[in-house]
């Protein structure tokens, strides 16, 4: 069963300060860059042999602002996200997470730094939200599977989404599922927010809401990194790394 | 807890029908376990039952019989009373046959008293109870009147002629027969029924030349026991009871030591012969659960992947799902136990349970229970490690368990069984009345080749629905679909198919053995007694008219273990059993099976060389010569005459006493051979066929399951074939071809394996071998209509079902996700 949690509230006025991540992050060790690949490489097997999905990848993560992975289908985005969400495992190359190392660290290890250090919001909306729970009820267990507690009222009308708590998920639109989602991973304070493709399943005015929202949260510190193809979301951009072929393009 | 795993059970109503899936496996799971247990121990009290049937009631509890001068009876019967203390005991005395005198024709008489005697017999004349109380034989013979007192006046005056008592004797009876049954015939008088006395008293008073030594027996009366507890309690307790009574040397007699022996053994036989099967039903079972679980982390896949990268493990994901489905595993268990004891009727032996089977039946469901929670969680566990974190592995797993022959070793294990079943299968019994060792490894082969087969079968069918992409029937639409559907859905057609010719097989294998037992057992008593019943009569007897069209009398002629049957050929159909011999055939010498081709000469008889020739005869077997009664030189000098009757013992003996004809050495069909070796095989195999039914549930509903739960892709395959212009009825017919081939597949297989194997196996499982005939199959034709009925109903009910969500589909909403 997961961890308990520790009682640290995340709301809203503290959203707005930024106060809730910094004090969240205070106790862990400052560095330039939240995350660091080096020389990652990413194969599978299958049937007709080995197949290269990310080859000798170098990128930094800096600890604030909105990093994206730009590149066509198959270009190794999703792959690349896996890698820096400690899901998946790189082949070769190292992963490292505020300056430590990840690539010695056992399951049980890499599963307590998701707990409390990574957020991954999935493509699909309805992927990132337990169907059978309240809008507020997955605030509360975003929150308690990193071992904290949320105001679940004052974070929804931080999103825009104010008296939702008791709502089903399934009566939201797409768009209201996406910024739950990152309502989500800002109820677990999570020292990165990693999204794949959040806004590839939206309408534009969906998508537009899921923008802000990621901009609301880059101008609190929290660092973003966004796998996506989308023009408007590639020119909100700190950073950016286009990947080809599996590879950093040139 | 957090909120995901504390509202899974809530969210466990979002598939009612995963829960009625799991709740039903669980339920045939812990009933199948709770059924063996209760069947094993109540094949030990049916073990008690058919034992004590064959004796008699009042001496179940040790009994003490003695021999004493009449003087010391009274005495001797009071310190019986003193040591037994509050158990009611039954005394009884008899003297010796003597000459009596009762004024006319000199007879032979014996004396006897048991308290309450009188009051179990039938008054012919007379009947109060102050004076002796005299059989009609007796009457008969000496022209007694009521009021006569006999030896010169020195016996109380007769006050009532009874009916001699005849077998077959009830109850309170039953334990003096040796001393109550006159055995007699025309003959010989000497063996005389019992003369009753008035009182224990008047018994002291009788002259001394008609006393003598007396014979006594006391008997306790007790409950009967129903169980092999019960039994083994009694007979501890009677022997401690009588114990000061048998150290001064009187004789005790416990007619239940080699019972509750027996009764121990076909317990430990029946369940050793059952364990095999119920273990191969649990491990079907708990892959059942593990089915249910793997769909139901197929289904919660997102909330599991969003879990998992939120740093759940698979440990805790495997609690996610055990929330979720473990209650109905329990209930499902706990009802599994209910049905397992409401059904006790249906499918065991006896519904007398031994104390403490209860708790024993619910301990072993507990087990059950905990492994399928096991089971559950441990699958979630696994499958979700598999799903996001070693993808890989698992897929080797599978792999290298899809690749092991397992029918090879399930092949090996038939072949060590069917050696087992050639050489030790039922060996001979160790003690006389004991029971022969039933080998469970021997009885397990027909299983065990029914189980080979439905491998076998599996692998097939997974390797032609792979090949099936290469066949191309498109002239025929609905055959082509039907062969696409069940490509599409290889995993749950080859499960069914397993279960089915598991299901098929056991049922086919289960009936068939223990209906061979049945028959045999019934063909054997009768070619051992020849008949429903026989008396012993005298050679000039000559049927009376009520036993006329039911009865005929033979001749029995033995020297040097040759035995001859003289027969009537007019009679000789209506009384023996089993036999239709045609009674032109009769009426000539017969030699019968084995019985050398040589000229035989026996008392009574001519020389005899007989032409004709019969494979077996009643009371001969398969050894024997056959002659017609008016072939008989000398009927003096043939050895034993007998009534071969096909009515029951008590109205031929009815008969023969109202006839006047007098009669000894009786014997009846159901107790001639000791049918418990028989009942094991049948018991253990009748809980295999209990099995089969069970498990044929399981296929049905695993069949219906998976046309409910490819429901969707049905009516989307469906709707959009009968817009491009296939029929409804070919449709149905397409529905009817796929679920009908994998119904015939398993009738065919289940069928043609289980026939085989028990048509090997049965001659071999033979309690009796020295007894014709041997087992044979019996007629299978039944069973076949049954199973093909039945299968054809859920094949119907299936093809309805796919049909319907096609009918009630509109392609729209199907293609919207």
Not at chain 1, 77 to 87: A, H, I, N, P, W
Not at chain 2, 644 to 650: E, I, R, Y
Request: proline share 6%; with cysteine; hydrophobic share 45%.
């Amino acid at each position: 069963m997961a961890d308990g949690f520790d009682g640290r509230p995340v709301v809203a006025d503290d959203f707005d300060r930024g106060a809730v991540l910094a004090d969240a992050h205070d106790e862990r060790p400052v560095a330039e860059h939240v995350m660091r690949l080096r020389e990652v490489g990413v194969e599978y097997r299958t049937p007709a042999g080995s197949v290269t999905a990310v080859s000798e990848v170098s990128l930094d993560v800096p600890s604030s602002g909105i990093t994206v992975l730009a590149g066509p289908s198959g270009s190794g985005k999703s792959t690349l996200l896996r890698v820096l969400s400690l899901v998946e495992r790189p082949t070769l190359g190292a992963v490292e997470l505020r300056g430590a190392g990840t690539a010695q660290l056992s399951s049980r290890a890499r599963r307590a730094l998701r707990r409390t250090e990574i957020a991954l919001v999935f493509q699909n909306p309805a992927d990132n939200l337990i169907g059978h729970l309240t809008v507020g009820d997955n605030l509360r267990a975003a929150a308690q599977a990193a071992g904290r507690a949320v105001r679940v009222d004052e974070l929804l009308a931080r999103l825009g989404l104010p008296d939702t708590a008791g709502w089903k998920v399934s009566a939201m639109s797409g768009g209201q599922q996406q910024r739950l989602a990152f309502g989500c991973a800002l109820a677990r304070g999570a020292s990165v927010v990693l999204a794949d493709e959040p806004t590839s399943q939206l309408d534009s005015t969906s998508a537009d809401l899921v923008l802000e929202t990621l901009v609301d949260l880059a101008r609190q510190g929290v660092p973003v990194v966004v796998a996506s193809h989308d023009p408007r979301l590639i020119a909100l951009a700190d950073t950016s790394y286009e990947l080809r072929n599996g590879a950093l393009a040139a | 807890m957090q909120i995901p795993w504390r509202a899974a059970p809530r969210a466990a109503l979002s598939s009612p029908l995963t829960l009625i899936v799991s709740l039903v496996t669980a339920l045939l799971l812990s009933f199948v376990v709770a059924a063996a247990v209760m069947h094993s121990a109540a094949s030990g009290s049916a073990a008690v039952d058919y034992q004590q049937d064959r004796l008699c009631t009042e001496s179940l509890h040790p009994s003490l019989e003695m021999r004493s001068p009449p003087e010391q009876v009274t005495p001797l019967l009071d310190a019986v009373r003193q040591t037994v203390g509050d158990q009611p005991m039954l005394p009884a005395t008899y003297t010796r046959e003597a000459r009596a005198d009762f004024g006319g024709k000199q007879t032979y008489a014996k004396f006897g008293f048991r308290p309450g005697a009188t009051d179990r017999l039938t008054v012919l004349e007379g009947g109060s109870k102050d004076g002796l109380w005299v059989p009609k034989s007796i009457a008969m013979t000496t022209d007694l009147q009521l009021g006569k007192r006999g030896m010169g006046g020195r016996l109380p005056p007769v006050t009532a002629i009874y009916a001699d008592l005849r077998d077959p004797l009830d109850a309170w009876w039953c334990s003096e027969r040796s001393w109550v049954i006159p055995n007699t015939y025309a003959k010989y008088d000497l063996a005389t029924s019992v003369v009753w006395m008035p009182s224990a008293a008047s018994f002291a008073d009788l002259p001394r030349e008609l006393a003598g030594t007396v014979d006594v027996t006391v008997r306790f009366p007790s409950a009967v026991p129903r169980t092999v507890d019960e039994a083994e309690d009694l007979l501890a307790t009677g022997t401690a009871r009588v114990k000061p009574i048998a150290d001064q040397g009187v004789r005790v007699v416990s007619q239940l030591v080699l019972p509750v022996e027996n009764a121990h053994q076909t317990v430990g036989n029946v369940r050793s012969a059952i364990l095999p099967l119920t273990l191969i039903s649990l491990l079907i079972g708990l892959a059942g659960v593990a089915t249910v679980t793997v769909q139901w982390a197929q289904r919660r896949h997102t909330e599991l992947r969003l879990l998992w990268v939120r740093g759940s493990g698979p440990a805790a994901l495997g609690g996610r799902a055990l929330l979720e489905l473990g209650l109905p595993l329990v209930v499902g268990g706990a009802l599994g136990l209910g049905v397992g004891r409401l059904l006790v009727p249906v499918y065991a032996p006896s519904t007398a349970l031994p104390p403490g089977t209860s708790t024993t039946a619910s301990a072993a469901v507990l087990v059950v229970i905990a492994l399928s929670v096991a089971t559950t969680w441990a699958t979630a566990a696994v499958r979700t490690h598999r799903m996001f974190q070693a993808a890989t592995t698992g897929t080797r797993v599978r792999r290298v368990l899809a690749a092991v022959p397992w029918e090879l070793a399930t092949a090996g294990l038939a072949v060590w069984a069917w050696n087992r079943v050639q050489h030790s299968g039922l060996a001979t019994p160790l003690k006389i009345g004991g029971l022969p060792r039933i080998d469970a490894a021997a009885l397990a082969f027909p299983l065990l080749v029914v189980l080979t087969t439905a491998l076998l079968a599996a692998r097939v069918a997974r390797w032609a629905l792979k090949a099936s992409h290469r066949a191309s029937l498109w002239s025929k639409p609905p055959a082509q679909l039907a062969i696409r559907r069940l490509a599409a859905a290889a995993g749950p057609v080859t499960g069914v198919l397993l279960v089915g010719v598991l299901a098929i097989g056991t049922i086919a294998v289960g009936s068939s053995i223990a209906g061979s037992q049945k028959t045999a057992l019934e063909f054997k008593s009768g070619t051992y007694t020849g008949a429903e019943s026989f008396a012993q009569v005298a050679d000039d007897t000559v049927l009376p008219d009520v036993l006329r069209g039911n009865s005929t009398i033979v001749g029995l002629s033995e020297k040097n273990e040759q035995v001859v049957l003289v027969v009537d050929p007019k009679t000789f159909n209506d009384g023996a059993f089993g036999h239709d011999v045609d009674p032109a055939l009769l009426s000539r010498p017969l030699r019968i099976g084995s019985a050398p081709r040589r000229e035989v000469t026996l008392p009574g008889l001519p020389a005899i060389n007989p032409e004709e020739h019969l494979p077996s005869f009643p009371k001969l077997g398969t050894s024997g010569w056959v002659v017609p009664r008016d072939k008989v030189t000398s009927a003096d000098d043939v050895g034993s005459w007998y009534v071969w009757s096909a009515k029951p013992l008590g109205e031929l003996t009815e008969a023969l006493a109202d006839a006047g004809i007098k009669y000894r050495n009786v014997g009846e069909k159901k107790k001639a051979v000791s049918g418990l070796p028989f009942l094991t095989i049948q018991w253990t195999f009748g809980f295999v066929t209990a099995i089969g039914a069970v498990l044929a549930v399981v296929a049905a509903i695993a069949l219906l399951l998976a046309i409910e739960v490819r429901r969707r892709q049905n009516a989307v395959s469906g709707a959009f074939s009968t817009r491009m212009g296939l029929r409804p009825a070919a449709l149905l017919s397409s529905h009817l071809l796929e679920l009908g081939a994998l119904a015939v597949a398993a009738l065919a297989v289940g069928l043609t394996a289980s026939m085989v194997s028990s048509g090997f196996a049965v001659p071999k499982l033979d309690p009796a071998p020295r007894l014709t005939p041997t087992p044979e199959l019996p007629d299978v034709f039944p069973l076949l209509v049954t199973t093909v009925a039945g299968s054809a109903a859920v094949v119907l009910v299936a093809a309805w079902i796919a049909v319907r969500a096609v009918r009630s589909a509109r392609i729209g909403e199907l293609i919207r996700d």
